[in-house]
T-cell receptor
Framework: DQQVKQNSPSLSVQEGRISILNCDYT??????FLWYKKYPAEGPTFLIS?????DKNEDGRFTVFLNKSAKHLSLHIVPSQPGDSAVYFC??????????FGQGTELSVKP | DAMVIQNPRYQVTQFGKPVTLSCSQT?????MYWYQQKSSQAPKLLFH???????NEADTPDNFQSRRPNTSFCFLDIRSPGLGDAAMYLC?????????????????FGPGTRLLVL
């Protein structure tokens, strides 16, 4: 029973264009959402987060959008750069603080 | 730089031979977590310590144990590794568990230890 799903295992984007990574969740008790970036042979690195009281959070080239009614969040990267090529995990937590991760989406940004 | 450190980065052990993975942190965070991640899968939480309080996930096998002798260090012990235990083991920390004013806690991960069981 997957509470957090990333339905696209991979995404390929041209350098300079927008990358959109999607994530769906089923548990309405989740109120804090995070995106992590992971390079091969390294641990996940925190990228950006959003609380359920907001619908958008922006940090430089990275923007996370939250649609609570659809139980959907997305990460936009604009403009995409080759160094953004990595696996991106979304994660969600409830009041207990435990993180539930999606399976990840591998982003490839081509020059 | 404050960080989460895991040693070793790669560990090879034999089937059934006990192995210990270590994690240390300089963030002075209260909570330390251990995750197991297998290829193309989401990280799976095994257990966490909130200060000295140990919290085991319901589906974590008894084969996996943990120790936290002080704030900075946390160990993962696998008593009798099986072939199915080969995975990346990730340590993470967070300042706290609780939630203040709707702001969640971010977890910070170490680089991971890749375990190979022969």
């Amino acid at each position: 029973d997957q509470q957090v799903k990333q339905n696209s295992p991979s995404l390929s984007v041209q350098e300079g264009r927008i990358s959109i990574l999607n994530c769906d969740y089923t548990n309405s008790m989740f109120d804090y959402f995070l995106w992590y970036k992971k390079y091969p042979a390294e641990g996940p690195t925190f990228l950006i987060s959003i609380s359920s009281i907001k619908d958008k959070n922006e940090d430089g080239r990275f923007t996370v959008f939250l649609n609570k009614s659809a139980k959907h969040l997305s990460l936009h990267i604009v403009p995409s750069q080759p160094g953004d090529s990595a696996v991106y995990f979304c994660a969600a937590s409830d009041q207990g603080g435990k993180l539930i991760f999606g399976q990840g989406t591998e982003l490839s940004v081509k020059p | 730089d404050a960080m989460v450190i895991q040693n070793p980065r790669y560990q090879v052990t034999q089937f059934g031979k006990p192995v210990t993975l270590s994690c240390s942190q300089t963030l002075n965070h209260n909570v330390m977590y251990w995750y197991q991640q297998k290829s193309s899968q989401a990280p799976k939480l095994l257990f966490h310590y909130y200060d000295k309080d140990f919290n085991n996930e319901a589906d974590t096998p008894d084969n996996f144990q943990s120790r936290r002798p002080n704030t900075s260090f946390c160990f993962l012990d696998i008593r009798s590794p099986g072939l199915g235990d080969a995975a990346m083991y990730l340590c993470a920390t967070s300042r706290d568990l609780g939630r203040l004013a709707g702001v969640g806690e971010t977890q910070y991960f170490g680089p991971g230890t890749r375990l190979l069981v022969l």
